[in-house]
């Protein structure tokens, strides 16, 4: 196993689209997570699952945000309306129940820009 | 709440010589710390963390950490920086909730 996997890279929608980004997490990873991180800015969270349960989702930037992990594997984040302030890397990250599970690890990020 | 701070946006230091960049944090109860690096167009890369038992973690690449309960603050070091060091460094602490969260990070530049 390689790592996280993110999908895909980078994506340039028109503003109104909606997008989605996959993210495959380390294998056995039982908690996987989402961040936002903007140009000279920190990772910012925004969601985190455990197995397939959305624990934390009250961090979500706006309705038109949401994510999904439906059987405990890889997970989605979808984008609907995006708007110009969306463009942005989103980071997915994950770890697991191994004495390292304190630990995440993070894909490449998929980048986004919104025309 | 859990959070860390990186008061410098920006350390440059010369090669070969030590460098530092420091992180504070504001927790409840016993500090989860991690340190972790960012190349250009990257993810962010694990450099090493503290959960208990020694103040000075060792990590990757050379790279170390001092907890300081006192100080409340996990500052990162190295004793001899490489030009390949220049990169985004941020620490980040996991809150009871299993959540992590990151300071607005640091730019390091190594200047050859």
């Known amino acids: 196993d390689t790592g996280v996997s993110q999908d895909p890279r980078h994506k340039i929608t028109k503003r109104g689209q909606n997008v989605t980004f996959r993210c495959d997490p380390i294998?056995?990873?039982?908690?996987l997570y989402w961040y936002r991180q903007t140009l000279g800015q920190g990772p910012e969270f925004l969601t985190y699952f455990q197995n397939e349960a959305q624990l934390e989702k009250s961090r979500l930037l706006s309705d038109r945000f949401s994510a999904e992990r439906p059987k405990g594997s890889f997970s989605t984040l979808e984008i609907q309306r995006t708007e110009q302030g969306d463009s942005a890397m989103y980071l997915c990250?994950?770890?697991?129940?191994?004495?390292?599970?304190?630990?995440?690890?993070f894909g490449e990020g998929s980048w986004l820009t919104v025309v | 709440a859990q959070s860390v701070a990186q008061p410098e946006d920006q350390v440059n230091v010369a090669e070969g010589n030590p460098l530092t960049v420091k992180c504070t944090y504001s927790?409840?109860?016993?500090?989860?710390l991690f340190w972790y690096v960012q190349y250009p167009n990257r993810g962010l890369q694990f450099l090493l963390k503290?959960?208990?038992?020694?103040?000075l973690v060792k990590g990757s690449y050379g790279f170390e950490a001092e907890f300081n309960k006192s100080q409340t603050s996990f500052h990162l070091k190295k004793p001899s920086a490489l030009v390949s060091d220049s990169a985004l460094y941020f620490c980040a602490v996991l809150n009871t909730g299993n959540q992590f969260y990151f300071g607005t990070g640091t730019s390091l530049t190594v200047i050859p």
């Open positions: 294998s056995e990873h039982n908690r």
């Open positions: 990250a994950s770890t697991g129940r191994t004495v390292d599970g304190n630990t995440i690890y």
């Open positions: 927790v409840s109860g016993n500090p989860y």
């Open positions: 503290y959960i208990t038992g020694d103040n």
